[in-house]
T-cell receptor, first 112, second 113 residues
Framework: NAGVTQTPKFRVLKTGQSMTLLCAQD?????MYWYRQDPGMGLRLIHY???????AKGEVPDGYNVSRLKKQNFLLGLESAAPSQTSVYFC???????????FGPGTRLTVT | DQQVKQNSPSLSVQEGRISILNCDYT??????FLWYKKYPAEGPTFLIS?????DKNEDGRFTVFLNKSAKHLSLHIVPSQPGDSAVYFC????????????FGTGTRLTIIP
């Protein structure tokens, strides 16, 4: 099992450009999450999904959109990137039961 | 408002000694707590958890203590090893609306050989 994978690992964008981050999990997990990690801020929840076809806003959703068309994939989109979105983005997933979330390796995004 | 707080950004401990990482929370509805460990350039990995019906949970060198009246939990690592050097995040969850975790800001633990 690959667990949770994220594509790409690194990306540099110019202000105003758009991109999509892909998260895939092969554990048949119901719940999937997108977080961002910034220095001194811990992990902040952007959006999450409790099942295929569902999405919900987290703590810092502005400037991001998500889609969960397939159970195994959770996409995070930036329509018009801003320097404030420079961060490390983590995807996570879990089953409907125990609360432990399994994290991907992260995507380092720089917006200039 | 930071509902889960880790007030020590960093901690240095001699190899072989005990490491104690602390976490405080403000939301009395939290009833499940987790610790995650994160190495540079990797995602966080689950370490240990505790339910609010317990005050202690042990797994090998790692023990988590929960003091509900003080809204405080701590992670003890005994004995500390160089491989324990990492950032540790505390996280909490409520039973109601349990799809989300609230994370602390993390503590960077450095084990000195």
């Amino acid at each position: 099992n690959a667990g949770v994978t994220q594509t790409p690992k690194f990306r540099v964008l110019k202000t105003g450009q758009s991109m999509t981050l892909l998260c895939a999990q092969d554990m048949n997990h119901e719940y999937m999450y997108w977080y961002r990690q910034d220095p001194g801020m811990g992990l902040r929840l952007i959006h999450y999904s409790v099942g295929e076809g569902t999405t919900a806003k987290g703590e810092v959703p502005d400037g991001y959109n998500v889609s969960r068309l397939k159970k195994q994939n959770f996409l995070l989109g930036l329509e018009s990137a801003a320097p404030s979105q420079t961060s490390v983005y983590f995807c996570a997933s879990r089953t409907g039961g125990p609360y432990e979330q399994y994290f991907g390796p992260g995507t380092r995004l720089t917006v200039t | 408002d930071q509902q889960v707080k880790q007030n020590s950004p960093s901690l240095s401990v001699q190899e072989g000694r005990i490491s104690i990482l602390n976490c405080d929370y403000t939301n009395s509805m939290f009833d499940y707590f987790l610790w995650y460990k994160k190495y540079p350039a990797e995602g966080p990995t689950f370490l240990i958890s505790i339910s609010s019906i317990k005050d202690k949970n042990e797994d090998g060198r790692f023990t988590v203590f929960l003091n509900k009246s003080a809204k405080h939990l701590s992670l003890h690592i005994v004995p500390s090893q160089p491989g324990d050097s990492a950032v540790y995040f505390c996280a909490a969850q409520t039973n109601f609306g349990n799809e989300k975790l609230t994370f602390g800001t993390g503590t960077r633990l450095t084990i000195i050989p």
